[in-house]
């Protein structure tokens, strides 16, 4: 297939690309910055450039990646987040339908998921976070406007038919935390694969089989995360004594942490499961907390990217 993927020169698109490649896919990268995987420069929220990258590169299917994100928010105006992730969207929907596709995915995000009182954790137990969850109370500009483009992509297949497979990606980036900095960005992001983080060769590995899968699911929206050790029924147990409830299932995980002059968390207050992933995509996450403590017990390489100075390609917003 010929495959557009807009925000190609992030991230994601620097290791999703070459496994698209690798199954033999014709890939055309679609960002406002420049990098080695876009071909084409432009904004997904310009109608014009969309409509003509279709009819220039013959795309026959979409894997929609690109956006505005929640660091961006003190970088442009809430109207730019509506031009680039709702009307964006909606411009390369209605091109593929107008192009005959048979399958669109789109990468939306967790953090939309996160109202308020839940990122405060003002409950006495973790919450348990899966695709019937709800309200749906985004807190931001950007998880409001991502939960806009998931009902589009709803839309696009309850009214016309087009196969679109939602991925809400939960923490993938590279760099440091921009929130909390008491943990080293290593450790915080080994404690997280126990409950809200994947890598991101995974990340990509699911919108793969997400695009796969496009044509038997129909419509779908799927949480995608490391597999959590845990089960709902430890909820208050992890809200009050995570370490306790960390060493019923990984004995070791304190020695081996304490080796590294790391911290377990303390509490944990949610935790995403991604089993419906695993029973209708066949996905199910390569890295896991216990292959952190894998390389821990070996001095091996940490199974995730860890780059604190990383920066995101990005220039001026482009309309």
Not at 10 to 35: E, N, Q, S, Y
Not at 76 to 98: C, I, K, M, R
Not at 169 to 190: I, Q, V, Y
Not at 230 to 243: I, N, V, Y
Request: aromatic share 8%.
């Amino acid at each position: 297939m010929r495959i557009l993927l807009t925000g190609s020169s992030g991230w994601l698109g620097r290791f999703l690309v070459p496994m698209l490649r690798d199954r033999g896919h014709v890939v055309v990268g679609l960002d406002v910055a420049p990098g080695a995987e876009t071909q084409v420069i432009g904004s997904v929220a310009d109608r014009d450039t969309v409509d003509r990258l279709f009819g220039e590169h013959g795309i026959d299917a979409v894997i929609h990646g690109g956006a505005l994100h929640k660091p961006d928010i003190v970088r442009y105006p809430a109207q730019a987040f509506v031009d680039v992730n709702v009307s964006g969207t909606l411009n390369l929907l209605e091109a593929a339908l107008a192009g005959g596709h048979d399958r669109f995915v789109f990468t939306s995000t967790t953090s939309l998921m996160i109202s308020q009182s839940i990122r405060d954790e003002a409950g006495d137990a973790a919450v348990w976070l899966d695709e019937a969850s709800g309200p749906i109370e985004p807190r931001n500009i950007y998880g409001v406007t991502k939960f806009a483009a998931e009902q589009l992509c709803r839309l696009a297949h309850l009214n016309d038919g087009l196969n679109c497979v939602v991925l809400r990606t939960s923490r993938f980036f590279p760099e440091d935390d921009d929130t909390h900095r008491t943990l080293s960005g290593e450790n915080m992001k080994a404690n997280e694969l126990l409950h809200r983080r994947l890598t991101v060769e995974d990340a990509a590995r699911a919108h793969i089989a997400a695009l796969e899968k496009a044509p038997e699911v129909g419509f779908g929206t799927f949480i995608v995360s490391a597999p959590t050790p845990f089960a709902r029924e430890e909820c208050a147990a992890l809200k009050h004594d995570a370490p306790a409830v960390i060493a019923r299932h990984f004995p070791e995980a304190a020695a081996l942490y304490a080796r590294r002059g790391w911290q377990l968390p303390a509490r944990i207050g949610r935790v995403y499961d991604a089993g419906l992933a695993e029973r209708m995509l066949g996905f199910r996450c390569e890295t896991d907390f216990a292959a952190v403590l894998t390389a821990l017990a070996e001095g091996a390489e940490l199974p995730f990217a860890h780059d604190a100075d990383y920066v995101s390609p990005a220039i001026g917003f482009v309309a």
